[in-house]
């Protein structure tokens, strides 16, 4: 049995990208392998946040994880700083890490880029996104293609750490889900499909109503031939809807190729949207559900105890591996 370990941030609603690039796979993980979920907050915080939206932010990614089908009675769902092993194990792989390879990440110049002040933390988070990964072992991260980068240096500081003090961690295997890995946005084709997106028809939020989807996915920008064919370079927006299709049905691209050969972008446009639409309906229902109760609080207490228990252990092995504290004489 493998362990897997994934977190996502709770910045905003998740868009159907998070979702086929990333949730729906967990489900399946779950069935045959060791898994922690994360919410990862403490990430978040590395470009300002408000208070209660935040909160409100965490509650809901939690019930969202649930919904999409996730088990607390087969995997760990937690939320990150309520595990405070995360940091502590962040600030030992930061003094490990060189400024060089910090300032070469991607996503750290793309949201410095062109701000007088930057976070320090937006920085030096990818040793805290280590450092979550590492405290339970982790054979393998599920991630999307943006995020290979991370788990390079997560590899590094790992086999860094072994070979400088002590053989303590796992070298975890990066993994990206062949299909509907990165979902694009349906304005702008060209670029990820991300809930932060100014455009609003530009993503598909998990929580969008049925009307809100179709809507959507009709005005979504294709092209004027009125071939329906995978052409990432020269039918991007038919290319990314054709993803979305084959995601939600199980269909192979090929075979919706041959399906709509002959029929306009009208009938497969709505189709698409129809696919979307039966895949969000019942998470949302659920989703509902669990934002009315009080068990996603008592699951999250759970959670938390669970991967204390794990994170405080590594953490341990870490500090004494690094020299840190006492070493008590036996009695």
Not at 199 to 204: F, P, R, T
Not at 233 to 257: F, R, W, Y
């Amino acid at each position: 049995m493998k362990t897997i370990f994934s977190g996502i941030q709770p910045s905003g609603t998740l868009t159907l990208g998070n979702y086929l690039g990333a949730m729906k796979h967990f489900v399946d993980l779950q069935e045959e392998n060791n898994c922690y979920f994360c919410i990862v907050d403490e990430h978040a915080i590395t470009v300002p946040q408000e208070r209660l939206k935040l909160r409100e932010n965490i509650k809901s990614l939690a019930a969202l994880y649930i919904a999409s089908g996730i088990d607390p009675k087969k995997s760990i769902l937690f939320i990150q700083s309520e595990v405070p092993a995360h940091t502590q194990l962040g600030w030992i792989l930061q003094s490990i890490s060189y400024i060089g390879e910090l300032e070469r990440m991607t996503q750290f110049k793309d949201k410095s880029n062109g701000k007088e002040a930057v976070s320090s933390a937006l920085l030096t988070y990818p040793p805290l996104m280590a450092a979550d990964i590492l405290l339970y072992k982790t054979d393998i991260v599920p991630v999307g293609d943006d995020q290979k980068q991370h788990l390079e240096l997560t590899r590094d500081l790992a086999q860094r750490f072994n070979n400088r003090y002590n053989d303590i961690f796992t070298i975890p295997e990066i993994r990206v889900p062949k299909v509907g890995a990165r979902i694009m946005s349906l304005q702008e084709p060209t670029k990820k499909m991300s809930k932060s997106d100014e455009n609003l028809k530009a993503s598909i939020l998990m929580l969008d109503t049925d009307k809100q989807i179709e809507k959507k996915i009709k005005s979504a920008v294709t092209d004027s031939d009125g071939i329906v064919k995978f052409d990432k370079t020269n039918k991007p927006g038919i290319s990314n809807l054709l993803t979305i299709h084959a995601s939600c049905t199980g269909e192979s691209v090929e075979d919706l190729e041959r399906k709509y050969d002959g029929k306009g972008y009208g009938e497969f446009k709505q189709e698409t949207a129809n696919a979307v639409m039966a895949t969000l309906r019942p998470i949302r229902e659920k989703y509902e559900e669990l934002m009315a109760s009080d068990e996603l609080d008592r699951l999250l207490d759970e959670g938390a105890e669970k991967a204390n228990f794990v994170a405080n252990k590594m953490l341990a092995k870490a500090k004494k591996a690094i020299g840190l504290g006492r070493v008590k004489k036996k009695r």
